[in-house]
């Protein structure tokens, strides 16, 4: 049992596309191959951002289409206790258009019903959306 | 559209688009901002950045774009080729002068990300100075963008009604006219 050996049957598969002799010669595949498994760790982590990221950027998107800017929906949501995900929304957006079509008719309530209890002197009655209670 | 077969979805989702944009009297970085919007792809659910999802938007009217404040002698644009002595700048109404479509397409060039993807998006934009459209992009076009900028009226496009009917927000001196400063 060469360690040498052992090196190629268990990484072949992955440096096969690693460019220059990186792919032939132990010694420049080894240092590759550590560098390779640093940047997989370090991007299992950046990959949930980047994940996040798109998620936002496409119920931005959607949200846009529907006349509502992203921040005003996710806050309007959270006011009303809707606590579906950005990964739920942006899957809903793409499939079910017009389950996030209703979703931002009602943040839009909810947001209206903000500006009117904030900008009134409360003579009006509370609106039927903001008798919701927090999450605890 | 749930009575297409998939392909046919699939196919009308991906597709690109053409949209046309009005610059007349707007301001153009609110333009190009809106250009650069529609070329990445971002204003759509299905965005990727590696995707190449975005739509060709032709922009009519780059001649009569506003400017507001004094840009038009103000801003000025700066560029130098490398060699000695090559440093020029000029301003916003010299440029204009120049190619009236240059402000608008740096602007948009601008506001893009910076990746090897800006230029295939460039190209995706079509830019003409006057509302003469060639007949091939005229077949294309899908849809028109509304414009960002709410353009105000002249006093002259006002009706005397209108006129009339506004209310009196001062009662000025009956003999205004002495009180003029006379240059």
């Known amino acids: 049992m060469s360690l040498l050996g052992m090196f190629w049957n268990q990484t072949v598969c992955l440096l096969q596309h690693f460019r220059g002799r990186k792919n032939r010669c132990y010694s ?9 498994f640093v940047y997989a760790s370090k991007a299992r982590k950046a990959k949930r951002r980047s994940m996040r990221q798109l998620w936002i950027q496409r119920v931005a998107a959607a949200s846009r ?3 509502m800017k992203y921040p005003a929906l996710i806050h309007n949501l959270l006011k009303c206790s809707v606590a579906l995900n950005r990964r739920v929304l942006c899957d809903l957006s793409i499939t079910e258009p017009r389950s996030f ?6 943040a839009h309530a909810r947001r209206t019903e903000g500006l009117r209890a904030a900008l009134g002197d409360g003579a009006e009655p509370p609106g039927v959306f903001s008798r919701i209670t927090q999450l605890q | 559209m749930s009575s297409f077969s998939r392909s046919a979805q699939q196919w009308a989702t991906f597709a690109r688009s053409w949209l046309l944009i009005d610059a007349r009297m707007q301001p153009p970085g609110k333009i190009a901002s809106v250009c650069s919007v529609r070329l990445q792809g971002k204003h759509k659910p299905i965005y990727h950045p590696l995707s190449d999802i975005g739509d060709h938007v032709v922009v009519m009217n780059t001649r009569h774009i506003a400017f507001s404040g004094n840009k038009w002698e103000q801003k000025v644009y700066s560029s130098h080729t490398g060699y000695p002595g090559s440093f020029k700048q000029l301003t916003a109404a010299q440029m204009h002068q120049k190619d009236p479509t240059a402000i608008i397409k740096l602007a948009v060039y601008g506001m893009l990300p910076k990746n090897l993807t800006r230029r295939t998006m460039m190209q995706r ?7 003469l459209l060639p007949d091939d992009i005229l077949r294309n076009l899908t849809e028109e963008l509304p414009q960002p900028r709410e353009i105000p009226r002249k006093l002259s496009e006002y009706t005397q009604e209108e006129r009339d009917a506004f209310p009196m927000l001062w009662t000025p ?5 002495r009180l003029l400063p006379n240059f």
């Open chain 1, 101 to 106: 079509q209703s979703l931002t008719a009602l």
């Open chain 2, 125 to 131: 934009l079509q830019l003409f100075p006057d509302d």
């Open chain 1, 28 to 36: 420049l595949a080894v240092r590759a191959v550590r560098r390779a």
């Open chain 2, 173 to 177: 001196l009956v003999d205004y006219k």
């Open chain 1, 65 to 67: 289409e529907q006349h």
